[in-house]
């Protein structure tokens, strides 16, 4: 495997505890599941849901979140352009690490760029990567604002805010999409369950896939 960059003389080590016995240990597959979209269009709270049920019914997830993640890992990254390509890109490496340790690794991300999701769908196994797009009208994400952010974007105090004065690419070809339903957002238990089936039907929670 060669994924150098700037390192050399550096060589892939080998391990003989392997990714299907870690999860024939877990009785699961692992897996990323990448949910997308505007600040406020509920993405925390569909991946804190859904971790929740997959709890719930035997199933080991982890939850890596763009806040919570800028509190360290990523605590040297703003908001201009390449720093947000290069959050994307280290939480879509910690992803396939945690996805390659058997866990469903959900990933809440704005992730505003198709680009660099592209690319960490690349880093994974065939069909292992599901996009998960809230497509929540931006409108209603600007009502929500539960942390004044819009509010101070459309007062010019954030400068590049995320559908305000900077972009968000939509998926073309997402797994998933979340979207209102007769003007009304369904509520996150039903959201996290559409996932946690699409995971069922594919094998992902089972031993024996
Ligand atoms: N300029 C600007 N644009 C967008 N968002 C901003 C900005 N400044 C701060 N925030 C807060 O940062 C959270 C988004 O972090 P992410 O790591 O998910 O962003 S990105 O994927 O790198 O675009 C985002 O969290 P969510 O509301 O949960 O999406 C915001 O609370
Ligand atoms: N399915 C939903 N229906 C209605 N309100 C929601 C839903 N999901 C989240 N919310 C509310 O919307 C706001 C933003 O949710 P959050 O999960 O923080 O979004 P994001 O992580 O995308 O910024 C919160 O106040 C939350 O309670």
Redesign the pocket.
Known sequence: MSTLGQSTNIFWQDCGVGRSEREKLLKQRGCVVWITGL??SG??TLACTLSRQLHSRGNLSYVLD??N??HGL?KDLG?KAED?VE??RRVGEVAKLFSDSGLICIAS????YRKDRETCRALLPDGSFIEVYMDIPLNVCEERDP?G?YKLARAGK?K???GID?PYEEPLNCEIKMQEENGVCPCPFSMAGKVVSYLEDRGFLHEGY
């Open positions: 600040s406020g993405k925390s763009g806040d993640l800028r990523n908001f947000r959050n994307i991300f704005i992730s505003p942390k952010l954030i590049g805010f995320t900077d």
